[in-house]
């Protein structure tokens, strides 16, 4: 078999976060009941018009601004028509000649190194409807909440070569607009969703092979096994000497196989022209600048601050900064507490052990750094140890306790109680006559056995470094 | 309480204010006007008579509370064409695939009509969709002119032209896209106004083509004209194309004055294909400008001569987008007739859109398809851009631009039809000003031998209302309003 190298280009479609449609006041907001998220507009009834939401624009400049793209000034919206019922107008008002952004790129790192993936262009669109099938009645449904919800296409250009490289850009890309705020990025709920353009070609060849399009994943690891199969069928095809058909195909994940959905001759004719009902789009210096200033930081500025400012090793401030939520929380924490390093602590052995065992998702942490800084605090003024610590603190990630009320009401402040743990220790010691006698003959390891029991007997709630203390002061009187 | 309805809106306005006349009795009094004539003439698709005597009493009650002191048409009864959207009533476009559709929200025009106290007495035939010059594609039959019931009262707001000059409304809404206010006015010997595009919100008017289609009055004389577009005037946040301006008095520029206005005629409009008779009709005009101090004179517009195809070329590709939505899935008509889902589109589609409609999205489908889109869209819109400068330019010279709204008077019932190239043809004059988008009015100049109107075309340049208004009250000043005589019809109904 020859060498053969894949090349891969994505488009991406993401669900803008704003709180309204793009042409219309209705919300956005997922789930709902069908239906109920509508208005005449936004399911084209005759004789409504689209009024553009501006934060849209905005939105979609802050992404290209961020992906080190050109904004289009003047740029302007066309309809692609066609016909199917989750599309009421029979049209979507889509951007082709003029999209809002151009010619930018993503760099990636892979174990095989930095790369720089191009960005062809971003534009603005609005979201078709569902179509749910009714079994029983044996009918197909529409549900409109959908339709008009605002999206940007981000397309890229064919510079991909793996599903490592593929995932690596998906992953830096989500992290982009989750911290720009313009998007939540959840792929199970459809608000990120890629289609795969894919084609292999012999290494060293200069001419693109013929591509298919994969639609239909839902998960990066649905991505990765699409890719796979996609690469292998072109591959058998060619080595069997038959031809790549220029199709769109769907990808089956329970089959682990992909499917024709139709292919490049019946491609409809979507027939694209400027949209009349809405003006073009003028983007004054004054607005860029306005989008520019209000730019959040980006995950890799803040990883760089993080180690300069808070002196955490680079391999933490990469994870902390991996998921928004979590650097929102690291932050956030370090504002009240101080003690970058014991947060950034906390985060990185205790929550994530935590998050492994619940199997959840750093985004659906729900403890406050509020929670974080007062059990820090607590630590830091000697009213629990760290033991008991890690307890508490397995509460708040778990139920949301307040640490404080929870070590009342539990009783687990450490007991500062001089002449209860002196009596105690006495009374081991005189229970333990031969540990005496050992710890006194240098065996080292009954000092470990005495601190053991001391401990045990005043339930964990000691400082350790006063039974050590105390321990070494009454062995010399006996 | 007799003929109160041969009286213009802004006179009827006023009794109704002085309270000589009652709103409930104004709309009886049309109610049984349109009752004895329509069926001779088929102006009304859908009159809404539960809804007017409801609707009178509503604003009598708020006349007397002094609420609508502020509005000269408070009480007066008058007609919408049915392409535009009444929460609740029908609303067809005058097609079958629309036959049964009821809007859930009043345009924007419905609702100002409301604030001002306006009392909608029912929905207007028109042309399907809009498409036609005679209102014979309409799908419930043809309105024929009060002038001569032989005769089409021109389209494609035909039946609002021809509502408000057999007296059955005192005013009507009609819309423009390439001439449907101005030529059936024409033909029907009142006045109507295309306003600057942008000046009347387009929110709730079913679209035939977006980037052409503008709202607008068609009444009696010029002065109800101006009253009803200071009425539905005004930038409306629902519609991104609609132009926020100052000033919406129109009825300011109602004034007998045009001395020192530069009036400029197109050579191009009174050449080959323009009917000699109104070629005169059209010239005598000039000189009664002329007599009151205008200047006025001949220039060259050749650009025009390249609007008709280009009109139809952007016209047909917007309606193919537009008029894409009626699928039978969501409203209005759904075949009897299917398999699957394809065949609910294809089925519905044939059998819901009239030939004239069909014609024009598959000319529309055409223009736009891959590989013919600069060929003829992108040339069109080149084109347009011609001709938008042609007129800038003549602006530059003259205040408004003066011809004939058609090139002949109201053809007879059945003869366009059979000719669409012709009939096309026929929209020389006026689909140049929406595609340029200025603002035009259709007023009357005299009869020809046929005893037919002949309609007088002012041009004004972007938001030069007040010019065409101060012009065309100039000139209905110097003679006085013909009507037609009326068919009475005692045993007549409703059609």
Avoid at chain 2, 291 to 311: Q, R
Avoid at chain 2, 355 to 376: H, P, Q
Wanted: proline content about 4%.
């Amino acid at each position: 078999m020859k060498a053969y190298e894949t090349v891969l280009g994505l488009e991406v479609h993401v669900e803008l976060a704003t709180k309204t449609k793009i042409f219309c006041s209705c919300t956005t907001q997922f789930g709902g009941e069908q239906n109920t998220h509508c208005c005449p507009v936004c399911t084209g009834m005759p004789g409504t018009l689209p009024v553009l939401n501006k934060q849209v624009v905005e939105y979609a400049i802050a992404a290209g601004l961020a992906l080190d793209c050109t904004i289009t000034q003047k740029c302007r919206f066309d309809r692609k028509n066609y016909f199917y019922p989750d599309l009421p107008k029979a049209y979507q008002i889509s951007q082709l000649y003029f999209p809002i952004c151009r010619d930018g790129g993503i760099e990636i790192e892979t174990e095989s190194g930095k790369k720089t993936v191009g960005i062809h262009e971003i534009h603005m669109e609005e979201d078709a409807g569902k179509l749910v099938h009714d079994p029983w009645g044996d009918c197909t449904l529409v549900d409109y909440n959908r339709c008009g919800v605002p999206l940007i296409e981000i397309v890229s250009e064919p510079d991909m070569r793996s599903a490592e490289e593929v995932i690596a850009y998906l992953e830096k890309l989500k992290l982009i607009l989750q911290y720009l705020g313009v998007s939540d990025c959840k792929m199970q709920e459809g608000s990120l969703r890629a289609d795969i353009n894919l084609s292999v070609r012999e290494v060293g060849a200069t001419e693109l092979g013929t591509r298919t399009e994969m639609k239909n994943m839902n998960s990066f690891k649905a991505i990765a096994r699409a890719i796979e199969g996609e690469r292998k069928r072109q591959i058998e095809l060619i080595e069997y000497g038959k031809k790549v058909i220029q199709e769109t195909r769907r990808w089956d994940d329970n089959k682990d196989n992909s499917f024709a959905m139709r292919s490049k001759e019946d491609a409809q004719d979507y027939r694209y022209f400027p949209e009349p009902d809405l003006p073009p789009i003028e983007i004054s210096d004054e607005w860029l600048e306005e989008v520019k200033k209000k730019q959040p930081e980006l995950r890799d500025e803040k990883m760089l601050r993080y180690e300069k400012e808070f002196d955490i090793p680079a391999y933490d401030a990469a994870i902390i900064t991996g998921v928004k939520q979590l650097a929102a929380l690291f932050e956030e924490t370090v504002a009240l507490c101080g003690k970058p390093k014991e947060v950034s602590n906390w985060l990185m052995v205790e929550t994530m052990r935590l998050l492994k065992e619940q199997e959840m998702e750093a985004e659906n942490i729900s403890f406050t750094p509020m929670q974080l800084a007062k059990l820090i605090k607590l630590i830091d003024e000697g009213k629990i140890n760290r033991t008991v610590a890690k307890e508490v603190f397995e509460q708040v990630f778990k139920e949301n306790v307040e640490p404080e009320e929870y070590v009342e009401k539990h009783g687990l402040g450490m007991v500062n109680d001089d002449g209860l743990l002196r009596s105690t220790i006495e009374r081991i010691l005189s229970e333990n006559p031969q540990s005496i006698a050992d710890y006194k003959s240098g065996k080292t390891k009954a000092m470990g056995f005495l601190v053991g029991q001391t401990m045990k007997e005043m339930k964990g709630k000691a400082d350790p470094g006063k039974i050590n203390q105390m321990l070494n002061e009454l062995l010399r009187t006996f | 309480m007799k003929n109160i309805t041969t009286l213009s809106a802004l006179e009827l306005g006023k009794l109704i204010k002085n309270k000589e006349v009652t709103v409930v009795e104004a709309v009886k009094a049309q109610l049984e006007v349109i009752r004895k004539r329509d069926a001779s003439y088929h102006c009304y698709l859908t009159v809404m008579e539960q809804e007017a005597l409801a609707r009178a009493k509503e604003v009598q009650k708020q006349i007397d509370a002094g609420e609508l002191d502020f509005s000269p048409l408070a009480g007066v009864p008058m007609a919408v064409k049915d392409n535009m959207c009444t929460k609740g009533t029908n609303t067809t476009c005058a097609s079958k695939i629309l036959y049964n559709f009821t809007p859930p929200y009043d345009a924007t025009v419905i609702e100002k009509l409301n604030k001002a106290g306006a009392v909608i007495i029912g929905k207007t035939n028109m042309d399907e969709f809009a498409m036609g010059s005679t209102t014979e594609t309409s799908h419930f039959g043809e309105t024929k002119n009060p002038w001569n019931t032989a005769h089409v009262p021109g389209g494609s707001s035909g039946g609002s032209a021809s509502a408000v000059a057999a007296e059955e409304a005192f005013y009507a809404l009609g819309s423009d896209t390439g001439g449907s206010i101005r030529q059936p006015a024409s033909y029907c010997g009142v006045t109507g106004i295309k306003p600057t595009y942008g000046t009347v919100s387009r929110y709730g008017l079913i679209a035939y083509a977006s980037s052409l289609d503008q709202i607008g009055p068609i009444g009696r004389n010029i002065s109800d004209c101006a009253a009803v577009l200071e009425v539905i005037s005004g930038y409306d946040p629902k519609d991104s194309t609609s132009i926020d301006k100052d000033s919406y008095s129109y009825t300011e520029a109602l004034v007998d004055d045009v001395k020192g206005m530069r009036i400029g005629i197109p050579k191009d409009y009174l050449g080959a294909g323009l009917d000699a008779e109104i070629r005169k009709s059209i010239l005598n005009a000039a000189e009664v400008f002329r007599s009151k101090g205008a200047i006025v004179e001949e220039f060259d517009l050749t650009a025009v001569n390249y609007a008709v195809p280009a009109y139809y070329v952007i016209a047909c590709a917007e309606a193919s987008s537009n008029l894409s939505r009626f699928d039978g899935v969501k409203y209005g008509y759904r075949t009897e007739n299917y398999e699957g889902l394809q065949q609910v589109y294809k089925n519905s589609r044939s059998e819901g859109f009239g030939a004239e409609v069909k014609r024009r999205m598959m000319i529309g489908a055409f223009v736009l398809s891959s590989g013919y889109y600069d060929a003829f869209y992108n040339k069109a819109l080149k084109v347009r851009a011609i001709i938008n400068e042609g007129f800038q330019k003549a602006f530059e010279k003259y205040d408004i631009i003066l011809g004939p709204t058609a090139p002949q008077t109201a053809p007879g019932l059945g003869e366009s039809l059979a000719d669409p190239l012709k009939m096309y043809l026929s929209d020389i004059y006026t689909v140049s000003v929406n595609l340029a988008g200025l603002p035009a009015v259709s007023l009357p100049c005299g009869l020809d031998q046929k005893g037919l109107p002949i309609g007088l075309q002012l041009i004004g340049k972007h938001f030069g209302e007040k010019d065409i208004i101060r012009a065309a009250y100039s000139f209905e000043q110097a003679g006085s309003y013909i009507r037609p005589t009326l068919i009475v019809s005692e045993e007549g109904g409703i059609a």
